[in-house]
Each structure stands twice: as C-alpha cells, then as structure tokens.
C-alpha cells in the first residue's frame, strides 16, 4: 500500500487504494511590493509559472529560483503528451514536489503517468480519498514507486528552495465535497506572491486562517460560480487571475458573475482557452507574462 503521512506531526499510517511579437503575449507588472519575507538574499534567479493548458482541467509547472520543480494536478488522463513535452521542452526529468489538489479526474487523470515516467521527488496530496478507479490508479502508481504521501493541509510548509516561501491555506476543514477539500498553496518570491487554488469553493475560502493577499490568483474551479467569492477576491486582490478552462465547455465557465467580480478588483483576467499556456515569470520585483497565442 502506498503510505501516507503527516508532515504536521509525523504520523504516518495507510490509506485505502502588452506587446505581440512572433506569437506571444509579453507584458511586464511591477508587484504589489508588500510580500516581503525572510529568504536568501543569494538568489538571483528567476521565478517560473507555467499554466499549461489542459482544457477543462488543471496543470501547473513551477520552476524554482534553485532549479527545483513543483507540479501542481496534471488534468485528465490525455493531456499526459503535453504535459511531458512541456517538463521536456525545460529539460525536467526530476519533479521534486507533485501536488495532487483533489481526487478528481480532470486535477490527477495524467498523474500516474507522470508519477510512472518521472523521477519524484514528495507527493503532497489532502486527507480524502476516492473511489474512483483513475484515484486508485495513482495509489497504485505512488505504492509501485515506493513514495510516501505527505498530507496537504492548513498551515503545511513545503522546504525545497530557501528562496521560496511555500505555505498551504486550506484545507482547514472537513468537507464531503472533494471540491473544498483542494490543497491551496500560497508561494512567495521576494516581493510577489501567488495563490495555487484548486477548486475550492466558498465554503472552505471562508475557513482560511491565512493572509492570502497575492498578486496572481490561479481562479478557483476554473472560474466557476461556487467559488471566487466577493470576500474571498477582495482579501486575495491579485494583480493577474488565471483562469485555467477548456474552450466551449459544457459547464460554460468560467461564471460571468465572476468575470465580473474579477474586473471589479481590477485584476488582470488570462485564460487558457484563449492563451493557451500561460507562463508568468518573476525576479522577486516585477512580473513578466507569456501567452501562448
């Protein structure tokens, strides 16, 4: 069996199976400057984030200021391809930190074959399992590997790159939606700060304990109506929101109330189905922006 522990209090136990050029978009944003935290002053490398689109799913590439590699979801099980050409295309064969932000299909469906076909370093995965076979597919595939699952919970730090700061919010409560249930990771470089959401909701936005003032805002539940609420937006306040959604879907997201609320704050809104990946990079200042298309 795959095992699976708490990195809060080490217990371990088991758990049940704007300028175009060629092509791109470059724009460039000061940050908000007010995220300051104690770092290594010795980096002087830059912050990665790619938002690779996935369509109606979820996938993140985080390269760090050191050169270490965070994978947050990896979509549904077809988007594996791209995905792997995305970590080739930056030469990764080693992701030193895999982030499962929920059991759902279109967050962990390309995740065993990541998990297969990539060195890995830590797994952080929240406290609730599925029964759903692609879930148990990924257990199987972390067991087989002989990984160990770190739970994803309120107040968990991440330590993989002294320039970072890497602090989950939420969970910070118990939820039968698998939705509130997401491993939310808030990353500060310097002075700008991201907010990694899943798909939580309302309801667990209401429970963060955390200051989640950011300037970029990976849009909850790809920009659906049950989450992004007016509080939850007006204490993030981020400078650009990404919305990571496919193009024409069936549950039209992303919600025009929230579009709205996001143009209220006066955010920038990026959508993958319109931008295709989306990658922000960051000298712990300024913000630069790469759209696909």
Same mark, same amino acid.
């Given at each position: 069996?795959?095992?699976?522990?708490?990195? $809060?209090?080490?217990?371990s136990?088991?758990?049940?199976?704007?300028? %175009?050029?060629?092509?791109?978009?470059f724009?460039?944003?000061? *940050?908000?400057?007010?995220?300051?935290?104690?770092?290594?002053?010795?980096?002087?490398?830059?912050?990665?984030?790619?938002?690779?689109? #996935?369509?109606?799913?979820?996938s993140?590439?985080?390269?760090?200021?050191? =050169?270490?590699?965070?994978? !947050?979801?990896?979509? +549904?099980?077809?988007?594996?391809?791209?995905?792997?050409?995305?970590?080739?295309?930056?030469?990764?064969?080693?992701?030193?930190? #895999?982030?499962?932000?929920?059991?759902?299909?279109?967050? !962990?469906?390309?995740?065993?074959?990541? !998990?297969? &076909?990539?060195?890995?370093?830590?797994?952080?995965?929240?406290?609730?399992i599925?029964?759903?076979?692609? /879930?148990? &597919?990924?257990?199987?595939?972390?067991e087989? =590997?002989?990984? +160990?699952?770190?739970?994803?919970?309120? @107040?968990?730090?991440?330590?993989?790159? +002294?320039?970072?700061?890497?602090?989950?919010?939420?969970?910070? @409560?118990?939820?039968?939606?698998?939705?509130?249930?997401?491993?939310?990771?808030?990353?500060?470089? =310097?002075?700008?700060? /991201?907010?990694?959401? @899943?798909d939580?909701?309302?309801?667990?936005?209401?429970? !963060?304990?955390?200051n %989640?003032? #950011?300037?970029?805002?990976?849009?909850?539940?790809?920009?659906?109506?049950?989450? $992004? *609420?007016?509080?939850?937006?007006?204490?993030?306040?981020?400078? %650009?929101?990404?919305?990571?959604?496919?193009?024409?879907?069936?549950?039209?997201?992303? $919600? *025009?109330?929230?579009?709205?609320?996001?143009?209220? %704050?006066?955010?920038?809104?990026?959508?993958?189905?319109?931008?295709?990946?989306?990658?922000?990079? *960051?000298?712990? #200042?300024?913000?630069?922006? =790469?759209?696909?298309r």
């Amino acid at each position: 069996m795959a095992k699976k522990k708490r990195t $809060s209090n080490g217990l371990s136990y088991l758990i049940i199976i704007a300028f %175009i050029l060629g092509g791109y978009l470059f724009i460039t944003l000061p *940050s908000k400057g007010q995220h300051q935290e104690p770092i290594s002053d010795s980096v002087k490398s830059e912050l990665t984030v790619e938002f690779i689109d #996935v369509g109606q799913g979820d996938s993140i590439l985080i390269m760090t200021p050191n =050169k270490k590699t965070i994978l !947050i979801d990896a979509g +549904e099980s077809g988007n594996y391809e791209k995905i792997k050409d995305t970590l080739y295309k930056y030469n990764i064969n080693k992701i030193d930190a #895999v982030i499962a932000t929920h059991p759902h299909a279109d967050h !962990i469906g390309g995740m065993e074959q990541i !998990i297969r &076909n990539f060195e890995i370093g830590k797994i952080y995965m929240p406290d609730k399992i599925h029964t759903s076979k692609t /879930f148990e &597919n990924l257990l199987l595939a972390i067991e087989e =590997k002989g990984l +160990e699952i770190d739970i994803a919970e309120a @107040g968990v730090k991440m330590d993989l790159d +002294e320039a970072l700061n890497l602090t989950f919010v939420s969970p910070n @409560g118990d939820f039968a939606d698998l939705n509130n249930t997401s491993a939310v990771l808030r990353l500060i470089y =310097k002075d700008t700060s /991201f907010l990694f959401t @899943g798909d939580m909701e309302a309801k667990a936005e209401k429970l !963060i304990d955390a200051n %989640i003032d #950011v300037d970029v805002l990976k849009v909850g539940h790809h920009g659906s109506d049950t989450s $992004s *609420s007016k509080e939850f937006l007006d204490k993030a306040s981020p400078q %650009i929101a990404v919305i990571s959604v496919g193009k024409d879907n069936k549950y039209n997201h992303p $919600s *025009s109330e929230v579009i709205k609320r996001l143009n209220n %704050i006066g955010a920038k809104i990026l959508r993958t189905d319109e931008s295709g990946n989306i990658t922000i990079t *960051s000298d712990g #200042v300024n913000l630069d922006i =790469k759209t696909e298309r």
